[in-house]
């Protein structure tokens, strides 16, 4: 693994996840992410920019999302950052896997897989921005 970082900034638009998804991948490639490590990074920003994008404006058109990643000390960090209504993620409950379908709550798997894949994910709402900071072991 090499150490280094690169701010992308996509617009608040599903269709940007793609190009997301293919920067993430060359970031990783150039700093020798394993691909394990990387897959489960791309899958929970994928999943944190969609529900950004979908969520967490009234009217996306013109706005953006920024990610953040860093590869240091053995890990690798990413940040979402958006300027949309305030949501912090985290207080959302946990999903009852073991409920029956037809009883589960709508809502908070994407979190819980969030949750699943990462070492770590922290939240703050700083200057009226979102940020969501997810850290994974370089192993």
Request: proline share 4%; aromatic share 4%; hydrophobic share 40%.
């Amino acid at each position: 693994m090499h150490e280094g970082s690169i701010s992308i900034h996509v617009a608040a638009d599903v269709r940007e996840i793609e190009r997301l998804n293919k920067l993430v991948r060359q970031f990783g490639e150039l700093h020798d992410v394993p691909s394990r490590t990387l897959y489960a990074v791309n899958l929970a920003l994928d999943e944190l920019v969609t529900n950004v994008i979908l969520y967490g404006f009234d009217v996306p058109e013109g706005r953006q999302v920024t990610v953040k990643i860093a590869t240091a000390a053995g890990e690798l960090v990413a940040s979402v950052m958006d300027d949309g209504r305030a949501f912090n993620p985290l207080e959302v409950k946990a999903p009852d896997l073991n409920a029956p379908l037809e009883r589960r709550d709508l809502g908070g798997l994407g979190v819980h897989l969030v949750r699943s894949l990462m070492d770590a994910v922290s939240y703050s709402r700083d200057d009226e921005r979102n940020v969501l900071t997810v850290r994974k072991r370089i192993r």
